[in-house]
């Protein structure tokens, strides 16, 4: 079992910077892939972005890439999502997700196992 708690979320204006994290309680954060998705209102939740068990690979969406950065910390099961340049199309709940199965499918909601609750992005124009 994994449990996963985000923090970092807020309101910005467009522009501005944001730095979200997830906390993750498992022993084997160390071997485990994981993302950041989002869902805005009304919308499907949508891949952001995602790091390999050990930091190597990172993956971004289009929308974000150039803007965001993925990292983790296995010393301190954390991993952290720095969103520069906010645009209001950001505004989201972000979720943190884990996959212990490492597929490679990183993009898919589904391969995900673990979730954490969600941390409110609010972007104003």
């Known amino acids: 079992q994994v449990q996963l708690v985000e923090s970092g979320g807020g309101l910005v204006q467009a522009g501005g910077s944001l730095k979200l994290t997830c906390s993750a309680s498992a022993r084997t954060f160390s071997t485990t892939t994981m993302g950041w998705f989002r869902q805005a209102p009304g919308k499907e939740r949508e891949f952001v972005a995602a790091?390999?068990?050990?930091?190597?690979?990172?993956y971004y969406a289009d929308s974000v890439k150039g803007r965001f950065a993925i990292s983790r910390d296995n010393a301190k099961n954390t991993v952290a999502l720095l969103m520069n340049s906010l645009k209001p199309e950001d505004t989201a709940v972000y979720y943190c997700?884990?996959?212990?199965?490492?597929?490679?499918?990183?993009?898919?909601?589904?391969?995900?196992?673990?979730w954490g609750q969600g941390t409110q992005v609010t972007v104003s124009s």
């Open positions: 790091i390999s068990w050990n930091g190597g690979r990172t």
């Open positions: 997700a884990a996959d212990p199965n490492r597929s490679r499918y990183y993009y898919l909601v589904e391969k995900y196992d673990y």
